[in-house]
């Protein structure tokens, strides 16, 4: 059954401390992308990588960190350091980046900070 | 910077009627043009591509046209359902100076009432 997972669903945690957001996939694509969803906002690119071992800041980079030591894996922490951390979270993947193929979405991570 | 912008936050039309959304883009020359659909609480879903060469693509009951001068592409659905109330992005991509990467429009959200 191929497809892109994240985990967990709903995720909660106290103001200050690190988080990491699980996505993978077994579609064997290259390209991997970490979003970022606000109520009225469309989604924002955080992080992505066209390789492994290779990942690009996008457009709201700050607060967060990402690795791609694997081909199927590209987790996503959110640092102390993010003012905002609240949002839903959006993993994709994609055959190859700088494409015109679709992109893949996960079914998303929804983080509360408190 | 980059811009798009789709034409409302909400669209509320009869069951049967054609649902028309629009997606207009600024400082932006994209060399294709994706549409997605989003139900609440998941992750998108690619429904089509166009590209700055095609006029119009059609996908069952969906069709998507692409007007590069005025820089704008219109999304059809004929013949709605209430199986088709979602939220619809629209994500331009490619051109020139572009990494590629998808630029995701706010959305619009269709409510199709039997």
């Known amino acids: 059954d191929g497809g892109i997972t994240q985990s967990p669903k709903y995720l909660f945690r106290k103001e200050g401390q690190n988080v990491t957001l699980s996505c993978e996939q077994n579609?064997?694509?290259?390209?991997m992308y970490w979003y970022r969803q606000d109520p009225g906002q469309g989604l924002r690119l955080i992080y992505y990588?066209?390789?492994?071992?290779?990942?690009q800041k996008g457009d709201i980079a700050e607060g967060y960190s990402v690795s791609r030591e694997k081909k199927e894996s590209f987790p996503l922490t959110v640092t102390s350091a993010q003012k905002n951390p609240t949002a839903f979270y959006l993993c994709?993947?994609?055959?190859?980046?700088?494409?015109?193929?679709?992109?893949?979405f996960g079914p998303g991570t929804r983080l509360t900070v408190t | 910077s980059q811009k798009i912008e789709q034409n409302s936050e909400a669209l509320n039309i009869q069951e049967g009627k054609t649902a028309t959304l629009t997606c207009n883009y600024t400082?932006?020359?994209?060399?294709?043009l994706q549409w997605y659909r989003q139900d609440p609480g998941r992750g998108p879903v690619f429904l089509l591509l166009?590209?700055?060469?095609?006029k119009e693509k059609r996908k069952e009951r969906l069709k998507v046209t692409f007007d590069t001068t005025l820089k704008q592409s219109l999304f059809h659905i004929t013949a709605s359902q209430p199986a088709d109330s979602a939220t619809y992005l629209c994500?331009?991509?490619?051109?020139?100076?572009?990494?590629?990467?998808?630029?995701f429009g706010k959305g619009t959200k269709l409510s199709v009432k039997p």
């Open positions: 166009i590209r700055e060469n095609e």
């Open positions: 579609l064997n694509h290259d390209a």
């Open positions: 990588s066209q390789i492994v071992n290779d990942f």
């Open positions: 994500a331009p991509a490619g051109g020139r100076g572009s990494q590629g990467n998808l630029i």
């Open positions: 994709a993947s994609a055959p190859r980046s700088a494409s015109a193929g679709e992109q893949y």
């Open positions: 400082n932006y020359s994209p060399a294709y």
